[in-house]
Nanobody, 129 residues
Framework: EVQLVESGGGLVLTGGSLTLSCSTA????????IGWFRQATGKEREGVAC????????WFAESVKGRFSVSNSIANNMMTLQMYKLKPEDSAKYYC??????????????????????WGQGTQVTVSK
C-alpha cells in the first residue's frame, strides 16, 4: 500500500530556510513521477517541484526556481524539498504527490494536479515578515 507522509513544516522568518520530507514507501518509482504541491488559503493547488521517473529530470515552478531544490533517495524511500530564501508568499500547506509518469518526466504531474494518484495529508509552512 502506498502512503505518502510529509514532515518538516513550520514557522520561519522571511529569508530563512526549511526542509520538507515525504516518505514514499511502497511507490514504484520506475513508473511514477513524484513531487510537491502547495495550496494557500483561497488559492488553487499549484505544483512546486517534481521529479520524473528517470530520477534525473526536475521541474520547478517559476516562482521557486533558484530558491527550492528537490531530491529523492530511493534507498531511504524519501523525497526532500529544500526551500531557501523563503518569502511570505511561500506560505501554504505543502503536499507531496505521485502520479504515473509520461514522456514529460514529472512536468505533467506538476502542471496538472489531477494527474496525482497518491497524496499526502500535507504540512503547513508559514513564512512571517
Amino acid at each position: 500500500e502506498v502512503q505518502l507522509v510529509e514532515s518538516g513544516g513550520g514557522l520561519v522568518l522571511t529569508g530563512g530556510s526549511l526542509t520538507l520530507s515525504c516518505s514514499t514507501a511502497g511507490l514504484d518509482l520506475n513508473n511514477y513521477a513524484i513531487g510537491w504541491f502547495r495550496q494557500a488559503t483561497g488559492k488553487e493547488r499549484e505544483g512546486v517541484a517534481c521529479i520524473g521517473s528517470d530520477d534525473g529530470t526536475r521541474w520547478f515552478a517559476e516562482s521557486v526556481k533558484g530558491r527550492f531544490s528537490v531530491s529523492n533517495s530511493i534507498a531511504n524511500n524519501m523525497m526532500t524539498l529544500q526551500m531557501y530564501k523563503l518569502k511570505p508568499e511561500d506560505s501554504a500547506k505543502y503536499y507531496c504527490a505521485a502520479g504515473l509518469d509520461d514522456y514529460w518526466l514529472g512536468q505533467s504531474l506538476c502542471r496538472f494536479a489531477q494527474r496525482g494518484r497518491y497524496w499526502g495529508q500535507g504540512t503547513q509552512v508559514t513564512v512571517s515578515k
